[in-house]
């Protein structure tokens, strides 16, 4: 469930080799800052909501936690979200909602990313609020109901519910997210 699509976003390596490209023209030094990573997507910080959501995928990807991305974090984030498989997408996606970085889910984290992407239009609710989308999650996923979902918790709730999978895959369609942004023709 869900490798299908996966493999249909897939990439040529020359558009890879594009982006990669864009990323040395915007970033001689190497170092891609969080408003230079906003200016190569074209976020706009008049939308809170739209920034939000990048800095959150921006800091998903900064793996040493330096507040830049380097060459090897960005090629990493590239193949990932354009080629990467759904174990490793759902891993990125927990990472993206665990906002404390303390490996567990809460209430608040899952409704405050679900809430922001409902507003840029990533997750489709089907007329039900963040807290209601919240609420269903925690019940087909939470396992023990202690109230937080580990990474093992979110990994089989996804692919045992395509209901679960989208929402927590962030329904993305991130190839053509990032083509559409960046400027490189799919």
């Known amino acids: 469930m869900g490798q299908e699509e996966s493999r249909n976003e897939e990439i040529d ?3 890879i080799q594009e982006l ?5 023209k915007e970033c001689p030094s190497g170092a891609l800052h969080l408003h230079e990573f906003k200016r190569i997507f074209n976020v706009q910080s008049s939308s809170e909501d739209e920034s939000s959501y990048i800095e959150t995928v921006f800091h998903s990807f900064d793996t040493n936690k330096d507040n830049s991305l380097d060459f090897l974090e960005y090629v990493a984030a590239l193949h990932l979200i354009l080629r990467g498989n ?4 759902l891993k990125w996606s927990f990472k993206m909602y665990d906002k404390d970085g303390n490996g567990k889910l809460d209430h608040s984290e ?8 409902q507003k840029i239009r990533v997750v489709s609710s089907e ?5 209601q ?8 996923v939470d396992q023990n109901r202690d109230g937080q979902i580990t990474l093992s918790e979110f990994m089989e709730g996804a692919q045992k519910d395509e209901w679960v999978m989208n929402l927590l895959r962030l329904n993305v369609n991130a190839a053509g997210w990032v083509l ?5 023709r799919p």
Do not use: S
Request: glycine residues 2%; hydrophobic residues 40%; contains cysteine.
């Open 133 to 140: 989308i919240c609420d269903r999650i925690f019940e087909l």
């Open 127 to 131: 007329d039900m609020t963040p807290t």
């Open 180 to 184: 559409r942004n960046c400027g490189t």
């Open 110 to 117: 899952v409704r405050n990313l679900i809430r922001v992407c």
């Open 20 to 24: 990669c490209i864009t990323f040395m």
């Open 13 to 15: 390596l020359a558009q």
């Open 86 to 89: 759904l174990e490793d997408r």
